[in-house]
């Protein structure tokens, strides 16, 4: 049939074979956060399918990653430098501490040279360990000592953990013509360590020699539990004066006037 349209045999190309290869793909992967043991938390599970990862201050996560066939190499890329997982069994470990806001990335490497794409990255959010804080809730900022010779310091400190420590701070001040001892003097004062600590301490003042005129300025301090870096901070200050002469002698004259019952 010599016929344009008359039909072929056959139509064949020349044939390949190609291989497709797999990227690798990290799965089956947990975080357990261990906060720092003076903050009384408990380790916690951090779900993988939530890419922030919130954290106190100081804590160490820990990643494991198993059911992974035929990889080489799996890394957690911080920022500044990459850390590899260590290989147990059919299981995959890192455990790296965290001090700061920081995004992470974790790759892997088959054992055909490829490179998991897109790899899983995740934000940690740091917690901060906030510093405590202390006020003087009585007396008033200035006062004038009577003659119980004794300040009562009414007091409420907190902490997001524990307040572990509590001091009062005091110097004498003297007037002009004579020498002021700027001494700063510390004692402890007891308390229960605990996040939130409320009271009162009787401040005597029987060993401490004031002249007519003299004051003390006081202060509180307190410290919180972080071991490594503990914050301490100062409350407002108090200050008492002893009456002068002159108003020692206008109060005695005041005495001397009211009438006997």
């Known amino acids: 049939n010599k016929s344009f349209f008359s039909p072929?045999?056959?139509?064949?190309?020349?044939?390949?074979h190609i291989n497709i290869i797999n990227?690798?793909?990290?799965?089956?992967?947990?975080?357990?956060?261990?906060?720092?043991?003076?903050?009384?938390?408990?380790?916690?599970t951090h779900q993988p399918h939530v890419s922030d990862i919130s954290a106190p201050e100081g804590s160490n996560i820990e990643i494991i990653i198993s059911q992974e066939t035929d990889i080489d190499n799996i890394?957690?890329?911080?920022?500044?430098d990459k850390k590899y997982f260590t290989k147990s069994s059919d299981r995959y470990y890192m455990e790296f501490g965290i001090t700061e806001n920081k995004s992470i990335e974790i790759g892997c490497v088959h054992s055909n040279g490829l490179e998991n794409s897109p790899k899983p990255n995740y934000r940690i959010d740091v917690v901060p360990d906030y510093q405590p804080e202390i006020r003087i809730l009585s007396p008033k900022s200035e006062i004038e000592i009577d003659d119980m010779n004794e300040i009562i310091i009414s007091y409420q400190?907190?902490?997001?953990?524990?307040?572990?420590?509590?001091?009062?701070?005091?110097?004498?001040?003297?007037?002009?013509?004579?020498?002021?001892?700027?001494?700063?003097y510390i004692e402890t004062i007891s308390i229960d360590k605990k996040p939130v600590v409320t009271g009162e301490h009787?401040?005597?003042?029987?060993n401490i020699f004031l002249a007519p005129d003299d004051e003390i300025h006081l202060r509180l301090l307190v410290s919180d539990n972080n071991p490594?870096?503990?914050?301490?901070?100062?409350s407002n200050v108090v200050v008492a004066r002893l009456p002068s002469l002159e108003e020692l002698y206008s109060l005695s004259l005041i005495h001397i006037s009211e009438p006997t019952r």
């Open 228 to 234: 490594s870096n503990p914050s301490t901070v100062a």
């Open 157 to 184: 400190a907190r902490d997001d953990y524990m307040i572990a420590e509590m001091r009062l701070e005091y110097y004498t001040l003297s007037p002009n013509y004579m020498l002021t001892d700027t001494t700063y």
């Open 202 to 206: 009787v401040f005597s003042l029987d």
């Open 23 to 44: 990227r690798p793909i990290i799965k089956d992967m947990v975080f357990n956060v261990f906060p720092p043991l003076y903050t009384g938390k408990e380790p916690y």
């Open 8 to 16: 072929w045999d056959a139509i064949n190309s020349d044939s390949s």
């Open 75 to 80: 890394w957690v890329d911080l920022g500044t």
